[in-house]
């Protein structure tokens, strides 16, 4: 499908070479050092090349506090996740020195400057620059670097001095929106300057809308957050979102359209591992096959291990009979192989003898008549022909027998209880064997899901004893104060077993045992988990790795035009800041020439539809068919770098009067400027 887009990682940029012919060719006081310190990226450059050799993110990384910065390109995409990264900015203003004094290392370095800095330096600030952070830069410069003079400079104002010729009037009256990576402005160009005064600032840039994507993505797609770094949503949001060109209701409303919003929206199709279905399919009925097998094979070990126990059992009962009829016949025999068995006596042969016949067909011959009549002699002779110590005897006998026969009854009560429990027990083996030969892979799936449950159970009983702790320390507290209240506790204080948990138990170990007998290679990672991600049965597949960007690619870009609705943030839109800030305060004549010559500069404007929504918004507040022309930077990654690069050219002869040299900031301190186009002190 045409709006299916592969996910590609962010590469690593190169790192940079070494200049080696700093001195022979670029070490002269005529060429400035061009440095674009941008908040976002750096670009820095000598003034005869016709681009700059350095391009790179403004951050620095640690890996410790005090070990080495890492800088520039050298700052590699897999490495920013185990570093500490530092930008020197706050928004667009300088605020950690440091930083940017390991930003100019690399710079330096890089150029090749290996003792004095003999070039001049052009180096680009903030609009409004507070004055602490020019402090800031000038003692980095003077002081720690010793160059011999610089040039502070607007960057979208020099964008626009490298541009303006494309203006029928060379921009003589124009609008200047520079949207970057942190901030929007707004400057006014009347006569060829700059009205100061008049300029706006929006708190509103291209890094608000990648923070608000990757926020909706998030929320929307939270297994697979991993994916969308702040690097790579910068990326899709420059490659896939746009600005709406009109009415940004109108196209919202585009979307409710079930078939328009699939036409609208983009995917981006996310790494994953292919199922081969075919495959898969064999590899099950191959799994089903073994699970009959060895179902058979169990069956048959069964079968075979009952014959060879009942043979065993028979064979013993007949030798056991063999030696209880020597007694008819050989009495001394009989007594010889009784000790030789280790029997002392015949009862213990006639147990034995009835233990097995109990084993092979399920009856029991009584024999307890037999042992009375040994164990308890007296009580089967009449008083009358006793003496007084029989009769004695006797009573005795008459109790140890009653005690005794309590004793035969209640174990032929556990008997008749643990056989009825066995034979429960093999009809329920029976029936879940008859359900693993009807279908293996269903009863197996059914008794994982079993097991699942059981473990649900008792894990969530597990944290209503852990809610009841408090309770329960509360209740043996009172048991102190009242005996009678015993709670969830006996009488001597110990725990009274839940049968639901006991019964939990045996649930447990019967689950286990069919899963060892029937499915002996599961092991406990085969149950499914809350936190795993697809349920039994189920696979990965494509669609699953798919991030479907619909609305999101017309909202996130909106954010600049209306900060408040949709992100919360207490700042004008653009447009609003143009006709409320601006253009109201001018007179007609002025605004309808100013309106006429507008120029789109930095890294934002690039969104898509960029250029088409600000000319429908200024067209509703000018005559109709008015002329307009709206002029967009050629490369808003380097117009601001060229366009300072134009702007030394030109100035060349001019470099004393508009540039600020280590005397001026010795005799004059670090907030003197001086004024030229570009600069944020406006010219008279």
Known sequence: MDNIFAYKEIESPIDDQICKDYKTKYANPSIPIIIDNGSYQCRAGFANDISPKLIFRSLVGKLKSTSSPIVGNSLKEGDISRLTIKSPFDSNLLVHPPSQESIFDYIFHKFGIENEIENPVLITEPTSNPTFCRKYMSELLFECYNIKSVVYGIDSLFS???????????????????????????????????????????????????????????????????????????????????????????????????????????????????????????????KIQNRKDLGAKL???????????????????????????????????????????????????????DDLKEKLFGKKKESEQVEDTEEFPLLFIADSELNADQL?????????????????????????????????????????????LKDPEHYLKDLHSRKLKTLEKREARQKQKQKANVVQRNSRLRTIVNPTNHGNYGEKGEEVEDPEEAEESREMAILDKLLNKFDPTSISSAIVSHDDQFPIGEYHTAEDFQVSLGVERIKCPETLFQPKAIIGVDQMGLVEAIISSILSQLPVDTRKLVTENIFLTGGNVNTKHFKDRIHYEIQQIREPHSPLTILKSKDSQLDAWLGARKWCLDNQDNWSNVSISKQDYQEKGYDYIKSHFASNLSLN
């Open 299 to 353: 069956r048959e070990l069964a079968d075979k291990k009952r014959l060879e126990k009942k043979t065993e059992l028979e064979d013993k009962l007949a030798s056991l009979e063999s030696i209880l009829a020597l007694k008819s016949t050989n009495v001394e025999e009989f007594q010889q192989t009784l000790k030789s068995k280790s029997y002392t006596s015949e009862k213990d042969l006639i147990r034995d003898i």
């Open 392 to 436: 004695k005897e006797k009573k005795k006998q008459r109790q140890l027998k009653s005690m005794k026969d309590g004793r035969l009854a209640q174990k032929r009560k556990r008997d008749e209880e643990k056989e009825k429990e066995k034979e429960k027990e093999e009809e329920r083996d029976r029936q879940e064997e008859e359900s693993f």
């Open 160 to 286: 626009f001095y490298g541009q303006r010729d494309q203006f029928k009037d060379g921009g003589k009256n124009s609008l200047i929106i520079g949207s970057s990576f942190n901030t929007t402005h707004i400057y006014n160009v009347q006569n060829y300057n700059v009205s100061h005064q008049q300029t706006k600032r929006i708190n509103i840039g291209g890094g608000a809308s990648t923070d608000y994507l990757r926020k909706l993505i998030h929320l929307k797609y939270p297994k697979h957050k991993s994916y969308f770094t702040q690097n790579y949503t910068n990326k899709i949001k420059e490659e896939h979102c746009y600005v709406s060109q009109g009415q940004y209701i109108e196209e919202l409303k585009e979307f409710e359209n079930d078939q328009l919003a699939k036409e609208k929206s983009v995917i981006i199709q996310l790494p994953y591992q292919e199922i081969d279905f075919e495959k898969l399919e064999e590899e099950r009925q191959r």
